[in-house]
Nanobody, 123 residues
Framework: QVQLVESGGGLVQAGGSLRLSCAAS????????VAWFRQAPGKERELVTA????????YYADSVKGRFTISRDHTKNTLNLQMNGLKPEDTAVYYC????????????????WGQGTQVTVSS
């Protein structure tokens, strides 16, 4: 099993940047398909970005393409999300997630979740 802990959320003005990190303990992140989800109040949890176990394939939601970047730091066993050009509609709780196979869209298919970190973008 793997335990996930996110950090790096906060309050930022529109156009600003934040970097989220997800630290994994228990097993190495490279064994898992990984993803970042977000959930805004009153909305369903949505897949923001994901990366396959091999790292060969990456997915970005259209709403964040060109602004967000997912990356793994194998030396620190962390998953990162660099968010640039933030917009008020990016406001949500962000979760990192992992599964024993490559990433898929439904959040219900993920085995491991972090506790979530709040990102708030003011206009």
């Amino acid at each position: 099993q793997v335990q996930l802990v996110e950090s790096g959320g906060g309050l930022v003005q529109a156009g600003g940047s934040l970097r989220l990190s997800c630290a994994a303990s228990g097993r190495t992140f490279s064994n898992y398909g990984v993803a970042w989800f977000r959930q805004a109040p009153g909305k369903e949890r949505e897949l923001v970005t994901a990366r396959s176990r091999s790292g060969a394939r990456t997915y970005y939601a259209d709403s964040v393409k060109g602004r967000f970047t997912i990356s793994r730091d194998h030396t620190k066993n962390t998953l990162n999300l660099q968010m640039n050009g933030l917009k008020p509609e990016d406001t949500a709780v962000y979760y990192c997630a992992a599964r024993d196979s490559d990433p898929v869209f439904p959040s219900s298919e993920y085995d491991y979740w972090g506790q979530g970190t709040q990102v708030t973008v003011s206009s």
